[in-house]
């Protein structure tokens, strides 16, 4: 039985890119892209599940974990929007980064060097946010595992991530990194791709219930990301807990 999330080899990755979290250019100019659609998804879908009526302040009151949270892409628009959150992520580098731009930006965010198994919070949460991260863990069940476990009773927990398939293999990895240089070469390991259904069967044998389930796909002439049927390549989905 594991007792541990981290992959060493994938926080020392993203360790080495930290700096550049917040340049809209830089190694992370794809997550820049594709931020204002996971922000309108899972602003929406917590207002619909919560039944917020606030429209200036949608996630008011709302305990929030951002996991793996970076340098805090997520984490900052989930508190200007009210929520009261939390990011945690492996790489201290990553939560130096965060800490310094939120300071800069006066935003209340508490971020910590954690793991969800090693976080010494002891209250659970109403919304969780596993964003393109189950891809980078050393088990995901184990993962999700301890993710569930932070939850709150009918709270709500996201999860971004990369189908295992071919086309997934072609755009993902040959096309984002190989050939359109989005990303850099090593990002993603093919292996470590979870499918709809294996996330779905982890989920489930963990107290969530799935509610729902999203493609995600880019448009080259708007340059923009969209909800989309198509789930082959990147997909996101909602999970309630029972």
Request: charged letters at 30%; proline letters at 4%; aromatic letters at 10%.
């Given at each position: 039985?594991?007792?541990?999330?981290?992959?060493?080899?994938?926080?020392?990755?993203?360790?080495?890119?930290?700096?550049?979290?917040?340049?809209?250019?830089?190694?992370?100019?794809?997550?820049?892209?594709?931020?204002?659609?996971?922000?309108?998804?899972?602003?929406?879908?917590?207002?619909?599940?919560?039944?917020?009526?606030?429209?200036?302040?949608?996630?008011?009151?709302?305990?929030?974990?951002?996991?793996?949270?970076?340098?805090?892409?997520?984490?900052?628009?989930?508190?200007?929007?009210?929520?009261?959150?939390?990011?945690?992520?492996?790489?201290?580098?990553?939560?130096?980064?965060?800490?310094?731009?939120?300071?800069?930006?006066?935003?209340?965010?508490?971020?910590?060097?954690?793991?969800?198994?090693?976080?010494?919070?002891?209250?659970?949460?109403?919304?969780?946010?596993?964003?393109?991260?189950?891809?980078?863990?050393?088990?995901?069940?184990?993962?999700?595992?301890?993710?569930?476990?932070?939850?709150?009773?009918?709270?709500?927990?996201?999860?971004?991530?990369?189908?295992?398939?071919?086309?997934?293999?072609?755009?993902?990895?040959?096309?984002?990194?190989?050939?359109?240089?989005?990303?850099?070469?090593?990002?993603?390991?093919?292996?470590?791709?979870?499918?709809?259904?294996?996330?779905?069967?982890i989920s489930k044998s963990n107290s969530l219930e799935p509610q729902k389930l999203d493609g995600l796909k880019f448009n080259i002439l708007t340059d923009k990301w969209n909800i989309s049927k198509d789930k082959s390549v990147?997909?996101?989905?909602?999970?309630?807990?029972?």
């Open positions: 039985m594991k007792s541990n999330t981290i992959n060493k080899k994938e926080i020392e990755k993203f360790s080495k890119i930290a700096a550049e979290w917040w340049d809209p250019n830089g190694k992370f100019k794809p997550l820049h892209k594709f931020n204002p659609i996971r922000i309108r998804y899972i602003r929406d879908n917590i207002v619909n599940h919560f039944k917020i009526k606030s429209k200036s302040k949608p996630l008011n009151k709302i305990s929030l974990l951002d996991i793996g949270c970076g340098g805090g892409l997520l984490s900052e628009p989930m508190y200007r929007m009210g929520a009261e959150v939390v990011g945690i992520d492996a790489s201290l580098k990553n939560i130096e980064i965060a800490k310094l731009h939120a300071k800069k930006n006066n935003l209340k965010i508490n971020y910590f060097c954690s793991s969800p198994e090693t976080l010494k919070i002891k209250k659970k949460f109403d919304v969780i946010l596993n964003m393109e991260i189950v891809e980078h863990v050393e088990d995901v069940n184990f993962f999700i595992k301890k993710s569930s476990e932070l939850l709150k009773k009918n709270g709500l927990m996201f999860v971004a991530t990369l189908n295992k398939t071919l086309k997934s293999y072609m755009f993902a990895i040959l096309g984002a990194e190989y050939i359109l240089r989005w990303l850099p070469i090593g990002t993603h390991e093919w292996e470590k791709f979870v499918k709809p259904d294996d996330l779905f069967k990147n997909y996101i989905a909602s999970f309630k807990k029972n």
